[in-house]
């Protein structure tokens, strides 16, 4: 199993005590994979890879670190349904470094809370899927719509990883289901539990929140006894960077996860 944060270039982590004092950002990730064996790629949601850029990436971090790289919004929240094809086959060829490499956890396939269970964006869906076939795939829902038998056995079917999302407990948020679809890979995202900051609509406020020692502890009984028995391996990212929150959690979910018999 790998563990680590969504993102790790925030300039407030340097405050925060994460990284030592004149760290400027084109020398947080090697610091950050010092810490840690994975990470996320939040810029690939704003803007496509690329290769060049992905394959500087990969020279900086040592032999078996993990990059999941989020779909570029293209293709999840701004889909061109002329041209989405063509953004697909562009974010392949700005990740086959990490293909290449060994160093692609997988495609992390964020769907916005708009993105509802309609027949046409289920067939946007498996169509996105089709394309991306061949690299591991996640994919995290935002919309309870989603929360259906017929969802998770076609998952199975196809070997995609259902995220199983931790954060506020609101009605119009897709629910924390402790899910395995994905022989292969567990997938768990921590955004925190602020439903104050989240109704917010400010990101900054949503994902500000620092889990406390019970609720590791909670998560890890559940990634011991129930994700992780059910596949080959897991990836656990805290999402709740502000104030370097993220990074604190994950160290203590892992030291915990290393005493856990």
Known sequence: MCAGTSGYSYAEWVDAGVYPAGTHAAGMLPAYAGMFKATELNYTWYQMPKARSLARMAAQVPEGFKFSVKLTRTMTHEVDKTGWIREV????????????????????????????????RRIYLAALL????????????????????????????????????????LPSLFPRLDIVTNRRLFYLRLHGRNSQGWRSGNMQKQFDYNYSESELKALAETICNTLGPAADTGAVFFNNHVRGQAPNNCRRLLNILGAHP
């Open 89 to 120: 086959l562009m974010f392949r060829q700005g990740i086959a470094p990490l293909e290449t490499t060994d160093r692609l956890l997988c495609v992390l396939v964020q769907l916005p809370p708009y993105f509802t269970r309609t027949p046409e």
């Open 130 to 169: 089709d394309e991306l076939a061949g690299l591991p795939v996640a994919v995290e829902f935002r919309h309870p719509s989603w929360v259906h038998d017929k969802v998770f056995y076609e998952f199975e079917r196809r070997a995609i990883t259902l995220v199983t999302v931790d954060g506020p407990d």
